[in-house]
């Protein structure tokens, strides 16, 4: 026997040094590479909802923590807790150094991880042997809407920045200097553009769909891209365009539009989606973060006497109400008990205010709350936003009466007196409403 396995271990041995070259050529085995996915339908939409995740990842610290910690340095929030190392968030509030600063090394990093994931899309899905062509299109239409939204968020906070659209090894990308901020911007409208030629409208989704990005979104984040860069006509050209399209409203009341009730609601545009599941990690923790330290949360970010002030000066008690809520507030919309004489205690929180819209009624949360089960989905785009932003566009463009129309539009929803305002006053106007309308959603640094 002994013999029989020395021969055997002879000749393995020597089969093995000779045909070396062709063992290692050799695909492996029971191993999916980029070269053998992407094979059917069910492949490529894997990846698809892999770009979607990306948005936001699955926890509060790779992107969604940036966005409070920014907001800090406006005039709607302070830091909050008072009972906590504050250094990350210090830095953010000051929009630090990234390369000394981990939440926002955290964000770089993690939306480029979000655009490789897309480009891969992109490029494979592009050449996979699928049938359907309706389906490949709205994939790679679906990959490029969210390839664009990654670069603006990248844009619109560091400037110009290195435009990547393959998937590169690191020996690759090394040494890659920035792109300037027009070579980005055109990326993103290009993309925008592609996206809102394939994709379907919101109603062209079936309701196990709602969450994908539409014509619709894609447009209206087109606008802002062409906003941003003060191409006011183009902006007012496609924001008309989705206004005109008739897919999307304002909800009746104020209060239902950040409620965990409402998800995808007739004025979503685009909001990341989440679930309550706790044997997954699939929903946020946001409501957590930016929460009552008195009722498990962390206080990271806290609405400012000065916004408060805002509402209050503006005669606007129904958008303050669904907003801030004070401490020893009974909190609006929550009959439980825990939510009567709210406590945010004043030595444990700067301004002793917490956001109303992240708030999750105390018998509407998953057990275990601090964890990553809010099913709150979070909204990224509204329509309110797009009126706001066509107003913006239509007064650069001297159309002032289709500038108040979309104003009021906004206005006439919380009861507030119509605006008859022109030339500066009229601007100044559609500012302080998107200030109103959009607190706490993480629009405040980029709007200023």
């Known amino acids: 026997m002994n013999n029989i396995v020395k021969l055997f271990m002879a000749v393995t041995l020597s089969a093995s040094l000779s045909s070396c070259s062709d063992f290692l050529d050799q695909p492996v085995l029971g191993q999916e590479t980029l070269d053998t996915y992407y094979q059917t339908e069910e492949e490529c939409l894997k990846q698809i909802t892999g770009c979607y995740q990306s948005v936001f990842w699955n926890d509060w610290w790779q992107v969604a923590s940036f966005y409070v910690g920014v907001d800090m340095s406006t005039d709607d929030l302070w830091m909050g807790n008072t009972t906590q190392s504050q250094s990350d968030w210090i830095r953010m509030s000051h929009y630090g150094n990234p390369k000394q600063d981990g939440k926002i090394k955290d964000f770089w990093q993690y939306r480029y991880k979000g655009i490789l994931r897309c480009n891969i899309a992109i490029n494979r899905i592009a050449t996979s042997p699928i049938t359907n062509e309706t389906l490949r299109s709205r994939m790679i239409a679906e990959a490029k809407f969210i390839r664009a939204y990654q670069y603006f968020e990248l844009v619109k906070n560091f400037g110009g920045v290195p435009v990547v659209t393959d998937m590169l090894l690191p020996e690759d990308v090394r040494g890659k200097t920035r792109n300037s901020v ?267």
């Open 182 to 448: 027009s070579e980005v911007y055109a990326l993103i409208e290009q993309d925008l553009i592609d996206a809102a030629a394939s994709l379907p409208a919101r109603s062209g989704y079936a309701e196990t769909e709602m969450g994908r990005a539409t014509k619709g979104a894609a447009l209206a984040y087109l606008g802002k891209a062409y906003l941003y860069q003060e191409k006011y006509a183009d902006a007012k050209r496609v924001l008309e365009e989705v206004i005109n399209s008739k897919e999307y409203s304002l909800l009746p009341d104020f209060k239902d539009v950040w409620s965990v009730d409402t998800n995808n609601s007739v004025e979503s545009l685009f909001e990341v989606q989440y679930n309550d599941d706790t044997k997954y990690d699939l929903g946020g923790r946001l409501s957590v973060v930016v929460g009552s330290r008195d009722d498990s949360g962390w206080s990271w970010g806290l609405p400012t006497s000065n916004l408060e002030k805002a509402f209050l000066d503006a005669g606007d008690t129904e958008r303050l109400k669904w907003t801030i809520i004070k401490n020893g507030d009974d909190v609006a919309g929550d009959d439980n008990e825990k939510a009567k004489a709210y406590v945010i205690s004043p030595d444990k929180h700067k301004s002793a205010r917490v956001n109303r819209k992240f708030y999750i009624p105390v018998d509407k949360r998953p057990s275990p709350y601090d964890a990553n089960h809010v099913p709150l989905n979070h909204r990224l785009l509204r329509y309110a936003d797009v009126l706001l932003m066509h107003a913006e566009a239509a007064y650069e463009t001297s159309d002032e009466v289709g500038a108040r129309k979309s104003l009021n539009e906004v206005r006439n929803r919380v009861h507030l007196t119509e605006s008859a305002a022109t030339g500066k006053a009229l601007r100044d106007a559609i500012r302080l409403e998107r200030r109103l309308e959009l607190a706490l959603e993480h629009n405040r640094l980029y709007d200023l």
